[in-house]
Structure formats: C-alpha cells, structure tokens
C-alpha cells in the first residue's frame, strides 16, 4: 500500500503520545477521532471493531514499505528486548531520558545501561555522531538501531564498540555487531546531568558518600563537587540500581495485559498516573463508530 505523505504522518500521529494521554486522562480523544478519518482505516471500518483492533491496524500499516517511523522501531525493541529477552520484573525502560543536549529514544536497565538509537527510514543520519559521543558518557552499552537503507553507513560513521542491529522487512531484530559493555568510560558528571536531583541523592547514597545538605539553590552545585569525584563504574553501577527502583515499571504489567500489543510501546514510552488505567483499557476497547465521535 503507498500512503501519501499525509495520510502517513495521519497514521504515525496515531501512536503519539497527546493521544495516549487524552484516552487516559479524558476517556476519548478528539485528535484520535480527526486523525482516524485521514488514514487508510476511515476507508476499512467494516473490519475494525473497536479502538484498540485500530491501532492494531495502524501499525500493520506503518510496518509495510520503506517509510517505517520511529514508533515501529520502538514498538519492537519494547516487544522483543525488554518484554522479550527481558521482562518488568527484572529490567526497566527509562522515558525521555536527556542526555546532555540529546534525547534518549529508548534505554534498557537491568544489569546494566543500554541505550538505542533509532535510525528509521524516515531518519537522518546528520547527528548520529554527536547522539553517540553523548550516550557514550551515560551508558555502558550503546546501540543504532536501523533500517537496511542506513546499515552500511551506520557501520562507517561509528565506532567497533559501538552496536549496530538491524530491523528487517518481516520486523526481526538482527544484531550485526555487538556493543561493548564498558562502564569505565562513562562520566559521572553527564550522568548528574541526566538524573533528578532526588535520584542523585540516592546515588550518593548507595555509593556511601554524606548527601550535601544545603538549599535547592545551592545543591546542584554541590552536587557536582561529589559527583567529580565518584569512579565512573560504580557511578553507573549506583545510577542503574537507583533508576531500576525510581523508575520502575512493574506497575504497568496488569494494564499491559489488557491492552493490544501494539499499544506496548506507548504504555511503557507515555507517563500516566496509576488512576487512569481503567479508564484507559474501557477507551481502547470503545465501539470504533463511537470514537469517531469523539471528534
């Protein structure tokens, strides 16, 4: 199927995380409701029965060619890494993760960081290298992840210790070289940087050096006078133990179990607050002729 531009920027907004809070938060979602009519599915309703059996239908769509978005990508890093080889009891997703000047795309705790950067075939490649030299100071293994327009340049631009895989045509997640686990090179200044000030704290903690207690206004600097001085692998040891634990996502396995699959990726991607999953799962499961008017 060939989408013009806009019916597949309709279908991508889909998975968008305005329209995953507005089901949570209001139980209907007018931007789901005007974009539903631009896609491809406006034209197929007769084999759609609810809202959630449409976004099953949307990302069958956005998995076919060679204009994949962002959100496939992620939706099967979530499906066969952390739900896959991994699990909500023994690892953890962290969500729009800054890192210096950059923004995470996913990353992965469990006995260690691991960070992916996405490369889709919508994707381009201008600030790969910045992207990389940044999550090199952060995390102790870094993966690209890419579609098979950007493999070989990706094997180019970066270097061995750094992963490189491979998202196929039938969406299979090949790893055509692996990341280097090094905590040592990682610098416990960007990893301040990256954290809360409370998740600094318990970081200090853990490592057993005395918390600054001074006010807010002073402590990030002081912050940075302990955080100079913390040995790079058990700073990441310290950050990893710490983040599993404030940023958990235990939480979310009941509500995962009552969702389609291919709303996985948001559930784990979108902060929502605990009240709001009910009201979540009855939105998604809504009759799809009733959430067309929602708009």
């Not at 990302?59 to 739900?83: C, F, M, P, S, W």
């Not at 990353?107 to 919508?122: C, D, F, M, Q």
């Not at 996985?264 to 008017?293: F, G, M, W, Y």
């Amino acid at each position: 199927m060939t989408l013009s531009s806009c019916s597949l920027s309709a279908t991508s907004r889909l998975f968008s995380s305005s329209v995953f809070r507005e089901m949570a938060e209001k139980g209907r979602s007018a931007l789901f409701a005007r974009l539903i009519k631009k896609t491809p599915l406006i034209e197929n309703l007769d084999a759609i029965d609810r809202v959630g059996d449409a976004f099953d239908a949307a990302l069958n769509i956005l998995r076919r060619g060679n204009q994949r978005d962002e959100y496939v990508y992620k939706a099967a890093l979530t499906r066969n890494i952390l739900l896959g080889k991994h699990s909500l009891r023994t690892a953890s997703m962290l969500r729009e993760f800054r890192v210096g000047k950059c923004k995470a795309d996913l990353a992965i705790l469990n006995g260690t960081a691991t960070v992916y950067e996405i490369k889709s075939e919508r994707d381009s490649l201008s600030r790969l290298e910045t992207q990389i030299a940044a999550y090199m100071q952060v995390f102790a293994k870094v993966f690209v992840i890419a579609g098979e327009n950007h493999i070989d340049a990706v094997l180019d631009r970066t270097p061995q210790e750094i992963g490189v895989m491979c998202l196929s045509k039938r969406h299979n997640i090949s790893t055509l070289r692996d990341a280097t686990d090094c905590p040592e090179r990682v610098s416990p200044l960007m990893i301040l940087g990256s954290v809360r000030a409370d998740e600094a704290k318990l970081i200090l903690q853990r490592l057993g050096v005395e918390v600054p207690q001074v006010p807010n206004t002073l402590l990030r600097a002081e912050l940075r006078l302990a955080f100079e001085k913390l040995e790079p692998a058990l700073a990441h040891r310290a950050m990893v133990d710490v983040l599993k634990r404030t940023r958990d996502l235990l939480p979310l396995e009941e509500l995962l179990q009552n969702l389609p699959s291919s709303l996985q990726a948001a559930v784990c991607s979108v902060p929502l607050k605990r009240r709001d999953h009910e009201r979540l799962v009855r939105t998604v499961n809504t009759p799809i002729l009733e959430a067309l008017s929602w708009a």
